[in-house]
């Protein structure tokens, strides 16, 4: 069964950093895509990053470009996201989604749960 869990959400207070994890299992993660979204309430889900299957090919939403850096580690079947100089408006819940569709085609069929990140004083 393929699963995608994300951890490391929380509060943090604005310019801080955080570091979201995404656990695959059930499935070989060299082969898909990831990317992360996020979803704030009242606001349409945003991707905010996403990395090629092998890792060599990465792609931001102008908002986080500079800020974030997603990254993958294959063997451990883990997928990161580095937040830094976080900012108010960058809360949201986090999630982490799966493409078998090669890089320019990605279409994510498989989405973890979701965790919490809220920026705040």
């Known amino acids: 069964q393929l699963r995608l869990v994300e951890t490391g959400g929380g509060l943090v207070q604005p310019g801080g950093p955080l570091r979201l994890s995404c656990a695959a299992s059930?499935?070989?993660?060299?082969?898909?895509?990831i990317g992360w979204f996020r979803q704030a309430p009242g606001k349409e889900r945003e991707e905010v990053a996403c990395?090629?299957?092998?890792?060599?090919?990465?792609n931001y939403a102008d908002s986080v470009k500079g800020r974030f850096t997603i990254s993958r580690d294959n063997a451990k079947k883990m997928v990161y996201l580095q937040m830094n100089s976080l900012r108010p408006e960058d809360s949201a819940i986090y999630y982490c989604?799966?493409?078998?569709?090669?890089?320019?085609?990605?279409?994510?069929?498989?989405w973890g749960q979701g965790t919490q990140v809220t920026v705040s004083s």
């Open positions: 989604a799966a493409s078998s569709r090669p890089w320019a085609y990605r279409k994510y069929d498989y």
């Open positions: 059930g499935f070989t993660l060299d082969y898909y895509v």
């Open positions: 990395i090629s299957s092998s890792g060599g090919r990465t």
